[in-house]
Each structure stands twice: as C-alpha cells, then as structure tokens.
C-alpha cells in the first residue's frame, strides 16, 4: 500500500501537441498462387482464408504428401509455406523448386530450417517459427514474393536445375 505523490512545475507556457502524420500502410495484396501445408486443420483454414482475401489464389494440404498429389496433377506455386521438416517435406520443396526455380519457402517449424529444404536459396526463403502474428505472416509472404531477383512465373517453362555451360565452337 505505497502511495506516491508527484509535483511538477506550473507553467505559464501553452501546451504544445506534435501530430506525427501516419504513412499509408504498403500495399499486402497479391495474386500468386501460395501453397500452404499445414497439419492443423483450424490454423490451416485460417491462413488460407487470410491469404486468399488478400488476394492470392491459395491451394492448402494437410501433408507433404497430400501437396505432391497436388503437384504431380500440375499445381505450380510461386510460394510455399510448409510446417513439416520431414523427408517428404524436403522432397515436395525440391520437386517444386526444380519445376520453378524462382520459389519462394516459408518454414513454420519451430526447429531452425532443414537442411532438406536447402534447396531453395536462402534469400527466397523465411523461417517463421509458430506461434507467428498472421500480419507478420502477411507481411512476410508479400516481401519473400517482391523480393530481389523477381521468381519466375509459374506459366514459363522450367529451367533445367543445375549449373549452366556453353558450349565452346
């Protein structure tokens, strides 16, 4: 029961109020197509619904398997968000990154990123381990999609993966 009592200085001065002016929030929406694979089923659902009233065409698995189903009936993302560090989360990634080298990741484990999703580059992808603010998660997926080294379009054909060599003649 400690009360405190505090005197300031009367003044004779008016008071003075600074307005900082408030800058237009960037722009969130999109329109690539975000594959997200996520076991939980509520949290899933929520962030595909988030994501696709921004705007982007979403396409949701509850495992890596159940997403290669998807992607070998020709499903091409320019994003993935997958949670599962396991070994068919790791193949998913590299099928997908093969078909589009320009692919964004984002991770959700709570482990630091595999090494089996290492084939993505590091600059194209995020680790946003749960529990994760969705505006964050918003704000993340937009940046990974605006990112240096703009990904290739999901209509192009593939690139094949690997290093590059010209003939001499």
Not at 7 to 20: G, M
Not at 25 to 35: A, I, K
Request: with cysteine.
């Amino acid at each position: 029961g400690t009360t405190f009592e505090i005197y300031l200085p009367e003044t004779s001065e008016p008071e003075q109020s600074i307005l900082t002016p408030l800058g237009t929030l960037p722009g969130m929406r999109g329109s690539e197509h975000l594959l997200i694979v996520e076991a939980d089923e509520v949290l899933r659902r929520m962030i595909a619904g988030i994501l696709a009233t921004d705007g982007y065409k979403v396409t949701d698995a509850p495992t890596a398997a159940a997403a290669a189903a998807m992607v070998a009936q020709g499903l091409r993302p320019q994003l993935v968000m997958i949670q599962s560090c396991s070994k068919d989360g790791g193949k998913l990634v590299k099928e997908l990154h093969v078909a589009n080298p320009g692919l964004r990741l984002i991770c959700t484990s709570t482990h630091a990123l595999p090494v089996s999703l290492h084939t993505v580059p590091l600059s194209a992808t995020m680790h946003l381990p749960k529990p994760f603010a969705l505006s964050t998660l918003v704000r993340g997926v937009r940046q990974l999609l605006d990112a240096a080294g703009a990904w290739a379009r999901s209509d192009e054909p593939a690139r094949p993966a690997g290093p590059h060599r010209r003939r001499r003649r």
